[in-house]
């Protein structure tokens, strides 16, 4: 069984912070965008061989779970 925490990570010193894939420089967001695009698992994996099917379910997990959380997103001001 593969833990969510074993295929994303957080490094202040990779990519600003923001969450990635195994600390290999890949963003949850790229990932996601590549999707939303419209792009498959399959072509993503083509594109980035260095992925495996797992970080891409890891990618989608993450981000239900942090919607899924009552999160406070704090206001700019304008």
Do not use: Q, W
């Not at 970080?55 to 997990?61: G, K, L, R, V, Y």
């Amino acid at each position: 069984m593969t833990y969510l925490s074993d295929r994303i990570t957080t490094d202040e010193k990779l990519c600003n912070g923001k969450p990635t894939i195994r600390g290999m420089g890949i963003t949850v967001a790229t990932v996601l965008e590549f999707l939303l695009a419209g792009d498959t698992k399959e072509e993503i994996l083509a594109n980035y061989s260095i992925l495996e099917s797992e970080d891409i379910d890891a990618c989608i997990e993450f981000t239900l779970n942090m919607v899924n959380h009552n999160l406070t997103v704090r206001r700019l001001a304008a």
